[in-house]
């Protein structure tokens, strides 16, 4: 198959780009920080920016260029930003919806007329565990994967008839996020009303992150899809902590589930134990 994806220069993204090449596919793969070229790894790289019509147009005819169709897009590009919803701007929030969610709608209406006319295709999208659940301090992230959890459950019904499917992909912590992309709202470097509670939950989030599942497994999981003749809607790939958070979520009154996870980030005790254990 020729499988586009998004979001492939780190993390998640890049396990999956090997796993997808490792499965024989031809991977072209975008990312800002690409040079173009075929790597030893076999992945086509090419310069790609979610964000602008002009870099998404230019990766869509590079990827022509090398293979004339597209059988899978797979979009893992993201950012995160960390910070009170008092605090972070309409600005800060409008550049993770950007990335996040506006991106993927982007290089969706790019690949769809392509789909359309070979009758077939999947898009696999990268969604969150925090696209089921709300978390404290991650509003703008939490906010663009619940937009992409939306969206994709439309896109799918539309698109059925004409021979593509859609799947979303929900990852717990995994221990492959790149910290440049972990941004902070400018407000949280300052005097916050927030700034104990803050420090105390990035801390927590942190720890989880770094003690999170195997990315290669995640990778691999994500390639199997494109063996299936029916992908699933989705494909939750978390511990069995989270799994069990989000079925708490859906189960229990939204006063006790937000004191659970309450409990759980804003918790002085824990946070101290982690910057312990981290010095
Ligand atoms: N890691 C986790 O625990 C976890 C958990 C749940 C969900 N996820 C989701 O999984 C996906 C990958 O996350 P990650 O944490 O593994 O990766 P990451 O290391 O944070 O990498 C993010 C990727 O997105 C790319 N990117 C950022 N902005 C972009 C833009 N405007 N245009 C094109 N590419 C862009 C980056 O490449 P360039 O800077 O080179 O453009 C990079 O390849 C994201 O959608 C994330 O929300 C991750």
Redesign the pocket.
Known sequence: MVVWI?????????HTAQALAAADHTVIA?????TPGKGEDGIHRLQ????SDESAAAFVWGALAIAPRVDALVQ?????MLGSCEETTVEEYRRILE??FL?MVRMNSLALPLMRSQGSGRIIL?????GLLGIPFQSA?TAA?HAVEGYAECLGMEVHRHGIQVCLVE????R???D??RLHSAAMAGDSPYGADFADTTTVIAHD?HN?SD?DVLGRRVAALLKKRRMPGRLRVASLDQKLAVWLHDLLPTPLNSAILRGYYLNPKKARKYREQAK
């Open positions: 998004t979001g492939a220069s780190s993390g998640l993204g890049l975008g990312a800002r920080s690409f790609l920016d979610v964000t893992c590009a993201g950012i995160l990335t996040d991106g990268f969604s969150s565990i925090n992230y994967k990852p717990g912590d995994h492959s996020g790149s440049a992309y992150e999170g990315p």
